[in-house]
């Protein structure tokens, strides 16, 4: 048995390869994954590249800018405070391994789950999050047509309550619910009820990219 390693959007992907089953470049197009194939990819000890599968593909993220990890930091502290007061769900950043639906695995940057799902005691574990209150995406130029179509529509489809699409560059914050066919574009202030909340989450959109150093006009460029 043999290892090699193949370039897919400057990613390094290894395949463990039995001698009398050789994948080329070729055949890497073809190739329908698993869920299993997967995860097979994924090492516990790195953040990066970040693996997920979509409808039989292999989807790669390379490492981050500075500006949508600090966009990702951000919106999960505030999340975390919040769903804590409200008691609504806990709030987690990826890696993770989510499988809203059979062979698939998705990563949000930030995301929560619901506090039904979380267990009063003992250990909770990837299999158990079926659902999610929120997915939230920042965008890159590298992943902006996963994001904003595949994924969004993916998550819509399987039981995920509200989905956020951030958009750096245009400063804005697309959100998505499943009774809508068109984004609520949100430049000034977003608003979140999600289900048990006495109140809802606030974010000043203007203040949130205009108050983050790592946010400010030319901080991504």
Known sequence: MGR?????????????????????MPALSKHRWTAADVRALMDASRHWPRYELLDGELLVTN??????????????ALLRNY?????????????????LAPESIMQPDVFVVPSRLVPAEGDMRWPAVKELAL?????????MR????RKRDFYLANRVGECWM???????IERWTPDRARPDIRRDELVWRPEGAAAPFLLDVAKFFGDNPGLKRGAHD
Request: proline share 4%; net charge negative.
């Open 146 to 149: 996963d994001d904003r179509v």
């Open 166 to 172: 951030v958009d750096l560059d245009g400063r804005v």
């Open 83 to 99: 769903c804590e007061r409200e008691r609504v769900g806990v709030a987690l950043v990826s890696p993770a391994d989510i499988e």
């Open 63 to 76: 490492a981050p800018t500075l500006a949508h990890q600090w966009a990702v930091t951000e919106l999960a």
């Open 4 to 24: 090699r390693c193949t370039t897919l959007g400057r990613a390094e992907l290894r395949f463990v390869l039995n001698a009398e089953q050789t994948m080329g």
């Open 135 to 143: 997915a939230v995406e920042v965008l890159s130029p590298s992943t």
